[in-house]
Nanobody, 122 residues
Framework: VQLQASGGGLVQAGGSLRLSCAASGRTFSSYVMAWFRQAPGMEREGISCSSPDGSTYYQDSLKGRFTVSSDNAKNMIYLQMSSLKPEDTAVYYC?????????????????WGQGTQVTVSS
């Protein structure tokens, strides 16, 4: 599966943004899909992990502000972000892997999109 993330940009604190991740090559609904982010000088951080059964795990600190949805017909997955804060500034990535041998959020992801920059101004 090849992934391409898009939708990043500059937004003011308190605003919202929706990121998109387009998957090609396979039917992504049978794969585990995840969102990550990496801020400058920081470790990569998991945001969400969605299993083929439709369940989604969210990082506790982001629950309520970040929501994942998908459009299986379009092979798209989305990350809706609201009440954005300057500390949400990061490069955001989507990733995928086959749903075997582990469970969310513990999978090792072997296919990554190129990332999209989100900058939240104060």
């Amino acid at each position: 599966v090849q992934l391409q993330a898009s939708g990043g940009g500059l937004v003011q604190a308190g605003g919202s943004l929706r990121l998109s991740c387009a998957a090609s090559g396979r039917t992504f609904s049978s794969y585990v899909m995840a969102w990550f982010r990496q801020a400058p000088g920081m470790e990569r951080e998991g945001i969400s992990c969605s299993s083929p059964d439709g369940s989604t795990y969210y990082q506790d600190s982001l629950k309520g502000r970040f929501t994942v949805s998908s459009d299986n017909a379009k092979n798209m997955i989305y990350l809706q972000m609201s009440s954005l804060k300057p500390e949400d500034t990061a490069v955001y990535y989507c990733a995928t892997t086959k749903p075997y041998g582990s469970r969310c959020p513990l999978f090792d992801f072997n296919s990554w999109g190129q990332g999209t920059q989100v900058t939240v101004s104060s």
